[in-house]
């Protein structure tokens, strides 16, 4: 006995996922006991009923699904496992079932399909970071709740080739979403500020938000401890400091506010150049000014 849907006669293979979709917990028991499918099975868009089911926010289904013993972590045709739909869909109550089936919370997407545009870089990310991206704090609270780690973005799947592992951290997607809430609570759990992002010129979050000028950001990271002096790394950028890269991207508010809070504008990066001559690069009469070019180069003459 087959269902219908919509006029057309289903196959048994599509009238275990409808029943997932908008049947009722015997609808699918009974197809599942009929037919012999596995709860595994995917239709024709990659999706298992598990996924289904978290799609349609059905909870009650969803334990259904989990006591049928489905794989928690399977992915999908989109390389998205459950708890990752459950995370960019904001699905709390879904997630709780899963993260009770035991969901694994490092678990990066198999397909890589998310980019950084300003570096066109892909991006194998977690569910936490995925909550974050897209603006669910309430399911970024429940993850970090159930210990996930507030300084990975990508778990013990992550591609290395692709994106090293100190590359991102939840932090800088905090930073790069502009939300101060998510920032706020990542520093709750004890998120490291000093973490560096070797696809963002080695930045910390502090110097990430001061070169897109985010000043309400870079206020809350101050405030939060992060040092205003932590230098990058990486190659092509050494020895760069948050003041650096307000100078070099024209941002005056968070260079005083840097400032302010004990940014050294006498620093010079890993060439010899200080936040005045990117000031100076970057055409900006008002941030030169701000940095006192006389003071900052007596300085250097006295070293």
């Not at 230098?231 to 005056?252: D, E, I, Q, S, V």
Request: proline share 3%.
């Amino acid at each position: 006995e087959y269902m219908v849907v919509s006029g057309s006669t289903e196959t048994p293979s599509d009238a275990l996922h409808e029943y997932a979709k908008s049947g009722s917990e015997k609808d699918l028991r009974e197809c599942i006991a009929r037919e012999g499918f596995h709860i595994d099975r995917e239709n024709k868009n990659g999706e298992t009923c598990l996924m289904i089911a978290v799609r349609q926010n059905r909870p009650n289904i969803i334990k259904v699904i989990i006591n049928l013993k489905a794989r928690i972590d399977a992915y999908g045709k989109a390389g998205t496992t459950a708890l990752h739909m459950s995370a960019m869909m904001g699905r709390v109550d879904a997630a709780k079932l899963l993260i009770e089936a035991k969901a694994d919370l490092a678990v990066t997407m198999a397909n890589v399909d998310d980019k950084d545009s300003a570096h066109d870089v892909q991006l194998p990310l977690n569910a936490l970071v995925l909550s974050l991206m897209h603006g669910q704090s309430a399911m970024a609270r429940l993850l970090l709740e159930s210990k996930a780690d507030s300084n990975s973005a990508g778990g013990k799947d992550t591609n290395e080739s692709l994106l090293p592992s100190s590359s991102m951290s939840p932090v800088h997607f905090a930073v790069r979403g502009g939300s101060i809430n998510s920032v706020l609570l990542l520093v709750e759990y004890k998120a490291n500020l000093e973490d560096s992002g070797e696809i963002l010129d080695g930045n910390t979050p502090l110097g990430y938000a001061s070169r897109i000028g985010k000043m309400k950001l870079v206020k809350v990271l101050l405030q939060c401890k992060a040092d205003p002096n932590a230098a990058t790394k990486t190659a092509r950028h050494t020895g760069m400091k948050p003041l650096h890269f307000a100078a070099l991207g024209n941002h005056p508010d968070v260079m005083r506010l840097l400032i302010e809070h004990g940014a050294d504008r006498t620093a010079k990066d890993g060439n010899g150049k200080h936040a005045v001559d990117f000031a100076i690069e970057s055409g900006s009469y008002e941030a030169t000014k701000i940095l006192d070019p006389s003071q900052v180069y007596a300085s250097s003459c006295n070293e």
